[in-house]
């Protein structure tokens, strides 16, 4: 399943629209593929980011994605 890259919100950018440096989780591309049944990461919240913060370290539950298996946090 592919879904909006949660750790760029999509724009393909690690600090958004108007950053050039290339989003590390999904390489540019502004999408990622995602278990097919996935829940919210609940250690992010779904933001891709360690504790939920807009910073630049990546949530180590779901890898920046922003979902998971049910199974990963549990």
Known sequence: ???ECAYCEGTGHKYGR????VCPVCDGNGKVNAPSE?????Y???TGHKYGR????ICSVCNGIGVTKI???T
């Open 54 to 57: 807009r910073d630049s370290t």
């Open 44 to 46: 992010c919240k779904g």
């Open 18 to 21: 108007n950053d050039s440096t």
């Open 71 to 73: 199974n990963d946090f």
């Open 38 to 42: 996935n829940y919210t990461c609940d």
């Open 1 to 3: 399943m592919i879904i």
